[in-house]
């Protein structure tokens, strides 16, 4: 069993939701994006998703749009971001999923890529442009190293084809709880809750939610129905915020207690 499914698994264990945190590498640089991961995982957080910069992010939103140009004008690239999960690796063993668009790796190399991301630490890979039907050519060097292809579903996926992604899961099943880009919209928990169900029936890993998800009181009523909640958006927009204050931890460390306290 893999770290995240194990960790998610364990928090189901004991009745709990897990929190999953999204924010992208880079943002503001690497340096701070690194204190900020520490500063999550302090705070509740129990996965981390790191977003590792793309000049074309098209399923994401303004928010998430300009933290990949603060990113990438910061000097950040994707040997950068698995640096620094090696150097998060040494203080910390909490699940790390990479999300992004498969250009970089595709440019990396997918069987180099698999090696130095399971080297430095990585445990899954979202690739939010990758059908599952098109992975051949990444998915058995994730899965020689170890790492787990997550899977994203929406309300859009057909029946048919959400049982048989479902029943494949690696880590977690990422259900996206509208159609859009990211920060477009809020979540209306109660709309999903029967994909989200039925999902869970057919699913041998835990489903986590995310889009829309901006408060914690969004926080708390999708936690209600899934296995975990993301938050991605609202993060970004704090860091945003706080970059080059002083005040930018502490602000990261009350948004997260804040959504933890709620789920």
């Known amino acids: 069993m893999s ?5 998610l698994n364990a928090l189901k264990t004991r009745g709990k939701k897990a929190l999953i945190t999204f924010i992208t ?11 900020i ?7 509740g957080a129990d996965l981390i998703e790191l977003g590792f910069p793309f000049s074309d992010p098209m399923a994401d939103g303004p928010t998430i749009q300009f933290a990949s140009e603060r990113a990438l004008g910061s000097g950040t690239t994707l040997r950068g971001v698995l ?20 250009n970089p790796v595709f440019n990396y190399g997918p069987e180099q890529f698999a090696l130095d ?11 939010v442009d990758m059908p599952p039907e098109e992975a051949k050519e990444l998915h058995p060097f994730l899965k020689e190293a170890g790492i787990d292809l997550i899977t994203l579903l929406a309300p859009t996926t057909g029946e048919e084809r959400s049982a048989r992604l479902a029943a494949d899961g690696e880590g977690f099943l990422y259900y996206v709880s ?15 809750a029967t994909a989200v169900n039925e999902l869970k029936e057919l699913s041998p890993v835990p489903v986590a939610v995310g889009f829309g998800v901006s408060t914690p009181e969004d926080a708390g ?3 209600r129905i899934a296995d975990a909640v993301v938050v991605g958006s609202a993060l970004v927009k704090l860091i945003a915020e706080f970059s080059g204050s002083p005040s930018l931890l502490d602000e990261v460390r009350r948004f997260a207690r804040q959504l933890k306290a709620a789920i």
């Open 37 to 43: 991961v520490h500063a999550l995982v302090e705070s």
């Open 83 to 102: 640096d620094m999960v090696a150097r998060v690796r040494q203080h910390s063993n909490v699940p790390i999923v990479l999300m992004g668009y498969y």
């Open 178 to 192: 509208m159609t859009g880009v990211t920060g477009s919209q809020k979540v209306d928990a109660s709309a999903i």
């Open 3 to 7: 770290n995240i499914t194990a960790t």
């Open 117 to 127: 991301a399971a080297t430095a630490g990585v445990d899954g890979l979202l690739l």
């Open 221 to 223: 009523a999708v936690a």
């Open 25 to 35: 590498a880079g943002d503001p640089d690497l340096a701070t994006s690194e204190q």
